[in-house]
Each structure stands twice: as C-alpha cells, then as structure tokens.
C-alpha cells in the first residue's frame, strides 16, 4: 500500500485479518493440490502421469461436464477452488449455494479420498 499509494492509511486491522485469511487459504489450497497431485503420480507411478491427468482433468474434462451437466458444477474442483480461495461464497448449479467452509471441507475431502485411492493401490502393487 505505501509502495502503490504512498501511505499505510488503509492497512487497518480487517485488512491484516483479511490478508492472512488469504493466506491461509492458498496454503491450504497448496496442500490440498499437492495431495492431489502426489496421489495421481502414486498410481500412475511417475510425475508425467500426474501432469496429464490433471491437465486433462481442467482443459477437457471439467470444461465438458460444467457446460453438459449444469447440476454436476458443485462437485467440480475449480468452481470449489475459487469460492475457497477467494473466500466469497458462490452460487453454484442454479440455486445450489456454496460457502467458504463448505468449499474447503469439499475440498479436503476430495484430496483424502484420491489419497486413499492411491495409498491402496500402492499397498497392493508394490507391498504384496
């Protein structure tokens, strides 16, 4: 703000709870991308695996199923990631709302579950 504005005026206490509640939320968006990430390249034993899919997964897939299957866009990970992100709850498929906490329990829920996934396949293939 002093470097833009040549003054702190605006920098208050709401603006540093504000500032750190973004932080916090991309740390934890890290994390949870991270877990997503790691899992896909667990099952698919390589770095490689991982970028394909997921590049796959937000170029292709989740375009076609938002603009195919307008219900399905809350359980859609970018729509998730920003309302999370972004701390602003959104609507999503028409009249379903969708809030912050909501966003980010979803989230985590997802990134635990492909962790499984991943932890299971592992187990079985390179363990037993």
Avoid: K
Wanted: without cysteine; charged residues 10%; positive net charge.
């Amino acid at each position: 703000s002093a470097l833009l504005h040549g003054t702190t005026a605006g920098a208050d206490a709401a603006w540093w709870w504000s500032s750190a509640g973004v932080l916090l939320r991309a740390l934890a968006m890290v994390a949870i991308s991270s877990t997503i990430g790691f899992s896909i390249a667990s099952v698919g034993r390589n770095t490689a695996a991982a970028l394909a899919a997921l590049l796959a997964y937000v170029v292709v897939i989740e375009r076609v199923v938002a603009g195919l299957v307008t219900g399905w866009q809350r359980w859609l990970l970018i729509g998730n990631t920003a309302i999370f992100v972004s701390g602003t709850p959104a609507t999503l498929s028409g009249s379903h709302n969708r809030s912050v906490a909501a966003a980010g329990l979803y989230l985590a829920a997802f990134a635990i579950g492909m962790y499984a996934v991943a932890a299971a396949v592992f187990q079985r293939r390179d363990v037993a």
